[in-house]
C-alpha cells in the first residue's frame, strides 16, 4: 500500500490556486475517490509518485508514449534541440516540412497537414474547415465519443466529461448545441435519421474511428464503410477523430486498420512523442480554404515549434524504424489472456474491449457497443479495482470510461506482475 503523503498535501495546496487542484479534470481521482498521486518521474513503463513509490504506467501521458517515457532516442533529440536550435522562433522552419511531409506518407487521408497544439485545436479547426468548405452549420458526432473541449463538442461528450457526470457543459450557447447532433456509436441507421432530418444542413461527421473515451469500443464491421458512402453521397466532411487512435493501432492509425478513408484526420498525442503537439489534415480541396491560402482562419502562436516537433519526428522515425506493432499486439494478447483467465476463476463475466495496444476491461457483463452499454459498468466495482491496482503499483486511468495503454517498454514480466495484480484487484472489486 503506497504512503500518500506528500502526494496528499501537494493536493491540498493545489486546490488553493488550480480549480480541483489539476489542470485537466480527468486527473482529479473525482470518479475513483482518494487523493490524485503526484507523480515525480517518469522511465519507460515506469512512474515514481513523490512520495518514491514506483508504478507500471498504464496511462502513458493518455496515450503519448506508445514507446515509454523519456524514450533514450527522444531525449538525446530534444537535448540537441535545446542546445543548438531553439524552443521557439515563430517564424517557418524546415522541421515543420518535415513532419508534413512524413505524416502525409503515413496517413492515408492526409495530402495536407496543419500543425496545432492540442488536439482539441485540431478538432476545433477541422469542424469550422468544414463548415466553411461546405457552408453548412451543424455537425453530427456519437454519444460518448470526446473530442477535446471545444463548445461544439461538449454534448454527450466522453473522457473527463462524462466520468464526471457532466457530458453536457453549462457555457456552451444554445446556438452551439443546437447545431451538434448526436448519433449511437455502431447504428448507421441512427446516422441516417439525423441526415434525412437535416437534408443539406450537416457540414461534418466527426467519429473515433476506434472510441477511446467510452472505455475502448471498436467500430463493428461495416460500420465506417457506410459512414464513408453515406458522407460521399450527401456531401458532408467525413472527419476522423485520430488523436488517441492514430499511430497507436497502426502507423497509419485506424484509416489504415480499416481500409476506410475520410476527408480530414485530427491528430495529437503520440505525434507529440510528450509535448503538446496535434494536427490536422487531408484533402488537398478541402485544406486549401485554411488561411492564409484559403479564407478560414486559423492560427496558432506555438504551432510547428521547433522543440514539440523535435519529439513528434523523433516519435515518428522510431515507430518507422522499429515498426513496434507485432510486439505491442504480441503484450496486448498476453494482457488480455491473463485478465480473461482471471476472470474465469473468478466467475466473473466482465467485458474486455480492445483494438492493439488500447484497451478497457469495463465492469459490466452487456456488450460493450456504444455509449448506453457502456454506462452499464458499475463505477464503485471499478473505483475499487482502480485503488486495488493501483496499491499494487499499477497505475491505471482513475476512470472507468478511458483506455489503458501499453507501450513498447512493458516487458513481459511486467505484464506478468500486472495479470497477478488484476487477480487480487477483481476480488478485492468485490464479485
Ligand atoms: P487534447 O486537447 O486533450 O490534447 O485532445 C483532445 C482529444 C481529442 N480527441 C480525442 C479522441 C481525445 O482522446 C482527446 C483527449 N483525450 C483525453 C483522454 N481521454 C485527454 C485527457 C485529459 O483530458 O486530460
Redesign the pocket.
Known amino acids: 500500500m503506497p504512503q500518500l503523503t506528500k502526494s496528499a498535501e501537494l493536493f491540498e495546496k493545489a486546490k488553493k490556486f488550480i480549480p480541483g487542484g489539476v489542470n ?1 479534470p ?2 482529479a481521482f473525482k470518479s475513483v475517490g482518494g487523493t490524485p498521486v503526484y507523480m515525480a518521474k517518469g522511465s519507460g513503463a515506469y512512474l515514481t509518485d513523490v512520495d518514491g513509490n514506483s508504478y507500471l504506467d498504464y496511462v502513458g501521458s ?1 496515450g503519448p508514449f506508445i514507446l515509454g517515457s523519456m524514450h533514450p532516442r527522444i531525449t538525446a533529440a530534444l537535448e540537441y534541440t535545446l542546445k543548438n536550435i531553439g524552443t521557439s522562433f515563430g517564424t517557418p522552419i524546415e522541421m515543420e516540412i518535415e513532419i508534413a511531409e512524413l505524416l502525409c506518407k503515413i496517413v492515408p487521408s492526409l495530402e495536407m497537414v496543419r500543425m496545432v497544439n ?3 485545436e485540431a ?1 476545433m479547426s477541422a469542424v469550422r474547415l468544414a463548415r466553411g468548405y461546405t457552408g453548412r452549420d451543424k455537425i453530427i458526432k456519437f454519444e460518448g465519443c ?3 473541449h471545444g463548445d461544439s463538442f461538449l454534448i454527450k461528450a466522453g ?2 466529461a462524462l466520468t464526471l457526470g457532466a457530458p453536457d457543459s453549462p457555457g456552451v450557447t444554445k446556438g452551439t448545441a443546437m447545431d451538434t447532433l448526436n448519433a449511437t456509436y455502431n447504428d448507421i441507421d441512427s446516422v441516417k435519421l439525423l441526415v434525412g432530418e437535416n437534408k443539406g444542413q450537416i457540414a461534418a461527421i466527426i467519429i ?1 474511428p476506434v472510441a ?2 467510452t472505455g475502448v469500443i471498436p467500430a463493428k464491421p461495416g460500420f465506417l464503410a457506410a459512414l464513408r458512402e453515406l458522407c460521399t453521397q450527401e456531401g458532408i466532411v467525413l472527419i476522423f ?1 485520430e ?2 487512435c492514430g499511430f497507436r493501432v497502426a502507423l497509419g492509425g485506424a484509416q489504415s486498420l480499416y481500409g476506410v478513408t475520410p476527408d480530414l484526420t485530427t491528430m ?1 498525442k503520440i505525434i507529440g512523442g510528450g509535448l503538446p503537439v ?1 494536427a490536422f489534415g487531408g484533402k488537398r480541396e478541402i485544406m486549401e480554404r485554411v488561411a492564409p491560402l484559403g479564407d478560414v482562419y486559423q492560427a496558432g502562436t506555438l504551432s510547428g515549434n521547433p522543440l514539440a516537433l523535435t519529439a513528434g519526428l523523433e516519435t515518428l522515425k522510431i515507430l518507422i524504424d522499429e515498426n513496434p506493432y507485432p510486439e505491442l499486439e504480441r503484450k496486448a494478447v498476453i494482457l488480455e489472456a491473463g485478465f480473461s483467465d482471471n476472470l474465469k476463476k473468478l466467475g466473473l463475466n466482465y467485458v474486455q474491449n480492445r483494438v492493439g495496444s488500447m484497451s478497457c476491461l469495463f465492469f459490466t457483463e452487456t456488450p460493450v457497443v456504444d455509449y448506453s452499454t457502456a454506462v452499464t459498468a458499475d463505477t464503485k466495482k471499478h473505483g475499487k479495482y482502480f485503488h486495488s491496482m493501483l496499491d499494487q503499483g499499477i497505475y491505471l486511468a482513475p476512470s472507468q470510461f ?1 483506455a489503458m495503454f501499453i507501450s513498447f517498454m512493458h516487458t513481459d514480466e511486467d505484464l506478468e506482475k500486472t495479470i497477478k495484480a488484476n487477480y487480487n484487484a477483481l476480488v478485492a472489486s468485490g464479485k
Open positions: 485537466s480527468v486527473r493518455w492540442s488536439g482539441t478538432t470526446y473530442h477535446g473522457s473527463g473515433e477511446g473515451n477523430d488523436v488517441m495529437g496535434g478511458e
